[in-house]
């Protein structure tokens, strides 16, 4: 654990701290101090990922968090540290710990006016979870990320609103040795958007436009992306919500790139790393339904866009279809179903030795049964299947956890 990191605990020890005194001289008052525990066995019959070379290995996980928070009236601070360890039966090797500092800032400075500030910093080395979010799978090698958001809203009349962010991150691999072609990332930008609610067909409907820029910084690539959306969101009726938004976007790279030259005097040629430019126009869009029932609730989404996810090489053209389903069938007994398709490509011919289009689709069923108001059991399956085009090969991954949770509410 190094010097940053014990700076970082220790300051979040003494926030934790000086809101659990806060509550307990006002056990009502507007500070909270939780501990969450669990435990996770997991099963995974491919846990390289590999098409060919597929291994499988038992996982016990332990995770411990403290959740610390301060409310009033104006003002919101919530600190989230989190510390997971994980042991595998067979690879041992892999044994090892991550580190998440998460703090969030939520202030009202006047009765049009607010801020909402975000910051983390988090030192792992298995991120399974974050294959949903991205589709993209890791093995196991450190990272450390810095990330922070700054956003800002401000109410111009009753019906409308502008606002505006700020984000910046920064993806470390520390061991390169282990897969050289994990990238390193450094990624800033921000944008501005606008909102007025109007009434169509005597529906509650919000105009949407917004703009952004943001810089992509890869070992081997640099691009800069800009958009414009616009769009709308109507409350069908009391249930139903549906969004769509769309427009154009541009993308203007410069990266390192393999060209076949020819050797002079032989018939032979060799790959030559250049560093070349490219400029690409496209669009991004957004399709959203949503229900919001009494027990169900369910979202399903298509979109369209350029993404920059953590260990690629490059930013890539995205499309995504996603489903989520929660119901709680009873007080104890809840479902969740996720299920997210990706399709990602290049958006520019950056080699001779191109990267293909590669597809991704993860189904994960939840099932959760609640002990009493601090345990809970959870059991859940995770196949996760790609497809890769410029090798003509697919291959998949089943994945089995079942979790024990807990949650300290000390003071609240």
């Known amino acids: 654990m190094g010097i940053k990191t014990l700076a970082i605990l220790a300051a979040i020890l003494a926030s934790a701290g000086h809101f659990a005194m806060a509550a307990s001289m006002d056990p009502g008052g507007p500070g909270f101090l939780h501990l969450n525990s669990g435990l996770e066995q ?15 290995d038992l996982i016990s996980t332990g995770t411990f968090g403290i959740e610390a928070g301060y409310k009033s009236e104006k ?101 390169r ?33 917004n703009t952004g820029y943001f810089n992509y ?28 938004e769309a427009g154009p976007r541009y993308t203007d790279s410069e ?54 996810s953590s260990g690629e090489t490059q930013t890539v053209e995205q499309t995504e279809l996603r489903l989520d389903y929660d119901c709680r069938w009873t007080w104890e007994w809840s479902t969740n179903l996720l299920m997210r398709y990706y399709y990602k490509e290049s958006d520019r011919e950056n080699s001779d030795i191109d990267d293909g289009a590669q597809d991704t689709l993860i189904v994960q069923p939840r099932v959760r049964y609640r002990i009493n108001n601090d345990w809970f059991l959870q059991g859940s399956y995770r196949y996760t299947w790609r497809d890769d085009n410029d090798f003509d090969e697919s291959w998949d991954r089943n994945q089995m956890l079942f979790q024990i949770g807990h949650n300290w ?3 609240e």
């Open 409 to 411: 509410k000390i003071w």
């Open 217 to 244: 910084d890869y070992d081997s690539a640099d691009t800069d992306y800009y958009y414009l959306t616009m769009g709308a969101s109507a409350e069908i009726n009391e249930t139903y919500t549906f969004m769509a």
């Open 177 to 209: 040795r282990l897969r050289s072609s994990l990238s390193d990332l450094e990624a800033a930008g921000g944008g501005i958007g606008f909102s007025h609610l109007m009434s169509v067909f005597y529906h509650p409907t919000y105009f949407r436009l």
């Open 42 to 56: 997991e099963y995974n019959d491919n846990l390289f990922f590999s098409p060919s070379d597929q291994e499988e």
């Open 75 to 175: 003002t919101e601070i919530n600190l989230k540290p989190l510390w997971r360890f994980y042991k595998y039966v067979e690879n041992t090797d892999l044994d090892d710990n991550d580190q998440l500092y998460r703090a969030t800032l939520e202030h009202q400075v006047t009765p049009r006016f607010s801020l909402n500030a975000k910051g983390a910093y988090i030192n792992d080395n298995r991120r399974e979870d974050q294959v949903e979010e991205t589709g993209v799978v890791f093995e196991n090698v450190e990272r450390t990320r810095w990330e922070g958001l700054l956003a800002a809203e401000y109410l111009l009349s009753e019906k409308a609103a502008v606002n505006a962010f700020g984000q910046y991150w920064n993806d470390d691999y520390e061991d």
């Open 255 to 308: 990266f390192d790139a393999a060209r076949r030259e020819s050797i002079p005097g032989t018939s032979s040629s060799s790959v030559v790393i250049r560093r070349e430019n490219s400029s690409d126009w496209g669009w991004n869009g957004l399709l959203s339904l949503a229900y919001r029932g009494e027990k169900t609730k369910w979202e399903l989404g298509l979109s369209r866009e350029i993404t920059a």
